[in-house]
């Protein structure tokens, strides 16, 4: 299969926009990659996480937090390459490679930065250059296809720019094109039907549980129709939630009692509440462990420095291609020798 790469921040706990955009896709392609080939790489982005988190104890937790997530929610750590960004330094070095290459206006006109700024984040240079990083994230392991949710398809696409610049300025085919492939359902709603999201107080945590969950959910903004009015599913928050657990079937049935009458808002938020029990009340319990014990962060750290080391070498390699390219090619053959 075609290599699969993509990272997550680790900038506090997943929602379900997180697990139904980004980290469901990555655990179904982690149970199918072929580990002889490396064809499933997924990194915990701690560089970049240094754009918005500045306080060491919350950085660790984070990233642990990340990791404990990630196995608890099934990644194939056998099969799919899992490892700290910060562990690969070669990154940081293609990350300069690619500064030079990279126009000012190619970075202005990103998205997610401008978002950012306008709520309020400081502007670091690391911010404004955060796409940058991104694209050497990408394309030092050679990956093919980048699993993201919606709000990642610019990165990438600039990250296609970058590898086009790269390639023309050095008259080659060093670096490979990726390609960005979002999951089925790329744009969770929030609590009040915006995008769902850490930074909007929208956002419904899966391993929430208990009054704390009853209360985002109750959040989930309604109108004041009555339960026997017929009504669209389509335009109803509680229901785009709820679908996002339900089967072919399970579908067709709740779509077509909404349209006749009969169901009120309670009725679709407690049945949210009880997919969600059922979709991740075991690996809740698996996260609460690996977060707990002792012998829990061993073996989180035991996994991602395996996967450091089964990554470092291919970041090793595409970086002594680019050095050569640029005429440091006494850099690259010293990197290989290493
Ligand atoms: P947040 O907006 O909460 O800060 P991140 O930017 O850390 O989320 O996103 C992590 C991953 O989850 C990315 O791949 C992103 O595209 C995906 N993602 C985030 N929010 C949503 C959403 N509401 N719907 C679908 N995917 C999402
Ligand atoms: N920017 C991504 C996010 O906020 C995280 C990320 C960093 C990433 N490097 C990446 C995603 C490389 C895919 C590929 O979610």
């Known amino acids: ?15 379900l926009g997180n697990y139904f955009g980004a980290i469901a896709q990555h655990v179904a392609v982690s149970t199918t990659a072929d580990a002889a080939q490396q064809d499933a790489l997924f990194f915990i982005a701690d560089l970049h996480a240094l754009t918005s988190v500045h306080d060491r104890a919350v950085l660790e937790e984070n990233v642990r937090s990340i990791a404990a997530t990630y ?6 750590t056998e099969r799919a ?48 250059t955060y796409p940058v990083l991104m694209a050497a994230d990408i394309v030092i392991y050679d990956a093919d296809i980048v699993p993201v949710g919606h709000d990642q398809i610019q990165h990438v696409e600039m990250a296609q720019d970058m590898v086009t610049h790269f390639n023309t300025t050095y008259g080659g085919e060093f670096l490979k094109r990726p390609d960005w492939r979002l999951s089925p359902t790329p744009k969770v709603p929030g609590t009040d039907g915006a995008k ?20 985002s959910v109750n959040a989930i903004v309604t109108d004041s129709r009555l339960p026997e009015e017929p009504k669209d599913p389509d335009g109803i928050n509680a229901y785009a939630l709820l679908e996002l657990f339900l089967d072919e079937a399970e579908r067709a049935d709740w ?41 829990g962060q061993r073996r989180l750290e035991d996994t991602l420095a395996r996967g450091a080391a089964a990554a470092r070498p291919l970041a090793q390699a595409t970086l002594a291609r680019c050095f050569d390219a640029v005429g440091m090619g006494n850099a690259g053959r010293r990197l290989r020798r290493s």
């Not at 196995?71 to 194939?76: F, P, R, S, W, Y």
């Not at 306008?118 to 240079?125: T, Y």
């Not at 769902?196 to 209360?215: C, Q, R, T, V």
């Not at 349209?259 to 049945?271: D, E, I, N, T, W």
């Open 71 to 76: 196995v608890a929610l099934g990644l194939d």
């Open 1 to 15: 299969m075609p290599r699969h790469l993509s990272g997550i921040q680790p900038s506090g706990l997943p929602h």
């Open 255 to 295: 779509r077509a009692r909404i349209q006749k009458g009969g169901v009120g808002y309670g009725h679709l938020k407690g049945a949210l509440m009880e997919k969600m029990d059922a979709r991740f009340g075991q690996a809740r319990g698996a996260y609460q462990e690996l977060m707990r014990a002792e012998a």
């Open 81 to 128: 390459v899992f490892f700290r960004q910060s562990d690969i330094p070669e990154v940081t070095e293609l990350l300069w490679l690619f500064l030079t290459v990279t126009g000012m206006g190619l970075l202005e006109r990103a998205h997610s930065y401008k978002d950012k700024v306008a709520r309020g984040l400081h502007a670091s240079a690391g911010l404004f």
């Open 196 to 215: 769902m999201s850490k930074s909007y107080n929208n956002a419904i945590w899966i391993f929430d549980e208990g009054k704390s969950l009853k209360k």
